[in-house]
C-alpha cells in the first residue's frame, strides 16, 4: 500500500479529564501490532486513535454489510481481475473527518495491495466537489468497501463540521467547546477523534478516568459537599467535576475544593455571577440551555468551557459519495 502522507492537520487538545492518548509521548508498540498498514497503523496513532480498534470497526462494518456472504452485485457485474480507482469527493462544504478510518475501511476488504493519494487531511476544511482521497484497487474490494466506509467517514465528517460551527463562534473567547458521552456505542473514540478535529476539546473518555457528580449522586450522597468529598477520598488522583444547580451549591463545591464545576441549565447572566463568585478558584463549564445562537453570550461570561452533547448525538452527516473512474 502506498504511504504517500501528507502532514496531519492540527485537531485541538483534549479537555481535562481526556484519556484518549493524543497528547501521549508516542503510542505502544503494541498499537501497531493489527493488520492494518504499519504506516497507516501509525497515522492513526498519532491522531490519538488505537489502529487495533479502528480496524476492528473496520471489520464489524464490513461483516455487518457482507452478513458472511459475499457482494452479490458487484460480484455478479465486475469481473475479478478489474482495477479502478475510486475517488472520495465531498458534495457539500464542511471540515473532513475520518478519512485514515475510511483507509483502514478498504484495507480489510482488499485482497490485494492498493495505493491512496491523500488530498486533504483531517481536520480541513474542504469545499462541495473537492477530492478528499484517492484510492486504487480491485474494483470489486473498493466497490465492497464503499458504503461502510462512507459511513463512517460522513459520520465523523458531520461532527466535525458542527463542532467547528461552535469554535468558530466562540473565536476570541477562552472558552472552548467540549464534547460529553452521549456518543453511539462502539464509536465514542472516533467521534470524540472527530470532535478534536472540528476544533474542539474533549471531556473523560469513560466513567473511569475522570469523575461527575451529577444530580442522582448528590441525592445518594446526602449533599454536593459530602459527595465531592467521598469521590476524593476513594479516589485521589481522579479529576472530579461537580454539576450545581445553584449558586448556593456553587460556593459550597468550591469551598470543598473542587477544581472543575458544570454548572447546569444556568442562564448567561448566573454564569456572570458564577464567574465573579469563583475567582479563578476553578475551572467553569455552561451546560444546558445552549444553543449556537447563544453561544457566544455563554462564552463570553466567562466560563472555560461549553459542553454540548448534540455535537456527537445530534450532528447531521457531511454528505461524501465515492465516485469510480478508470485506473491511470
Not at 276 to 303: F, K, M
Request: net charge negative; charged share 25%.
Amino acid at each position: 500500500m502506498s504511504t504517500d502522507d501528507l502532514p496531519l492537520a492540527s485537531s485541538g487538545g483534549c479537555g481535562d479529564g481526556c484519556a484518549c492518548g493524543a497528547a501521549s509521548d508516542g503510542p505502544d508498540e503494541e498499537y501497531l501490532e493489527c493488520g492494518l498498514d504499519p504506516a497507516l497503523a501509525q497515522l492513526l496513532a498519532d491522531a490519538g486513535l488505537d489502529p487495533v480498534e479502528v480496524e476492528d470497526i473496520a471489520n464489524v462494518a464490513i461483516q455487518e454489510d457482507l452478513d458472511h456472504g459475499v457482494d452479490v452485485t458487484t460480484v455478479a457485474t465486475i469481473p475479478e481481475d478489474a482495477v479502478a480507482t475510486a475517488d472520495f469527493v465531498a458534495r457539500e462544504a464542511g471540515v473532513v473527518a475520518g478519512l485514515r478510518v475510511a483507509e483502514a475501511v478498504v484495507s480489510v476488504v482488499c485482497e490485494d495491495e492498493f495505493e491512496v493519494e491523500r488530498h486533504v487531511e483531517d481536520g480541513d476544511r474542504v469545499e462541495a466537489g473537492q477530492k478528499l482521497l484517492s484510492v486504487t484497487t480491485r474494483t470489486r474490494d473498493l466497490l465492497t468497501a464503499e458504503r461502510s466506509a462512507l459511513n463512517l467517514l460522513c459520520r465523523l465528517s458531520g461532527i466535525a463540521t458542527a463542532t467547528r460551527a461552535w469554535a468558530d463562534a466562540l473565536e476570541g473567547t477562552k472558552a472552548r467547546v467540549r464534547d460529553t458521552r452521549k456518543t453511539t456505542p462502539g464509536l465514542r473514540s472516533l467521534e470524540k477523534f472527530a470532535v478534536r478535529c472540528g476544533g474542539g476539546v474533549n471531556h473523560r473518555m469513560s466513567l473511569s478516568d475522570a469523575a461527575l457528580v451529577k444530580d442522582n449522586h448528590v441525592v445518594a450522597a446526602g449533599g454536593v459537599a459530602p459527595a465531592f468529598k467521598a469521590v476524593r477520598e476513594a479516589f485521589p488522583d481522579v479529576p472530579i467535576e461537580v454539576e450545581v444547580d445553584t449558586l448556593h451549591q456553587l460556593r459550597e463545591v468550591v469551598d470543598a475544593g473542587a477544581d472543575l464545576i458544570l454548572l447546569d441549565n444556568f442562564t448567561p447572566g448566573e454564569c456572570e455571577e458564577a464567574v465573579a463568585a469563583v475567582h479563578g478558584r476553578a475551572a467553569l463549564e455552561a451546560s444546558g440551555r445552549l444553543t449556537l445562537d447563544n453561544a457566544r453570550a455563554y462564552a463570553e461570561t466567562g466560563v472555560d468551557y461549553l459542553a454540548v452533547g448534540a455535537l456527537t448525538h445530534s450532528s447531521p452527516i457531511l454528505d461524501i459519495g465515492l465516485d469510480l473512474r478508470e485506473a491511470e
